[in-house]
């Protein structure tokens, strides 16, 4: 499958268990061909393009690590709101310093980001007219 035709993840990667979670579970989307990894950084420090492809249209998993929301304000900053945010020390991940998540937490939010990518594709596959009828439900904010 195309790149284009996949949804796009951006992720925290500070230095929290938490930042790094995110970062882990957004590559190993982008390493199965699930979603295209593209970079935070780049679209908070105003790349043009980076800026282009986060304002692609295409849809957007946002992984954030903690409340700070670092990839939800990088992406403001160029005009964009994803269309799934995640949050990952809200959604059971403890906030470590100087450690990793452990894997019961790590399984939890890796379940919670399947859910949200399958939503994401079958977006793109509706529009393409591909698609078969959701099933997942993801709240957003």
Do not use: F
Not at 17 to 29: C, G, I, P
Not at 56 to 70: K, T
Not at 97 to 117: I, K, N, P, R, S
């Amino acid at each position: 499958m195309s790149s284009n035709h996949l949804p796009l993840v951006y992720a925290c990667s500070g230095c929290s268990s938490v930042a790094q979670a995110a970062n882990r579970l957004a590559v190993d989307l982008d390493r199965a061909g699930r979603a295209e990894m593209s970079c935070i950084s780049g679209v908070g420090g105003g790349v043009r393009a980076l800026v282009k492809t986060a304002r692609s249209g295409r849809p957007i998993l946002a992984l954030d690590g903690c409340a700070l929301a670092c990839v939800k304000a990088c992406l403001a900053t160029a005009g964009v709101t994803a269309d799934v945010h995640l949050v990952l020390n809200q959604l059971g991940a403890k906030k470590r310093y100087h450690a990793d998540c452990g894997e019961e937490e790590l399984a939890v939010a890796t379940a919670l980001v399947d859910e949200a990518v399958t939503a994401l594709q079958q977006q793109i596959d509706a529009a393409s007219g591909c698609a078969m009828p959701a099933a997942v439900s993801v709240g957003t904010d």
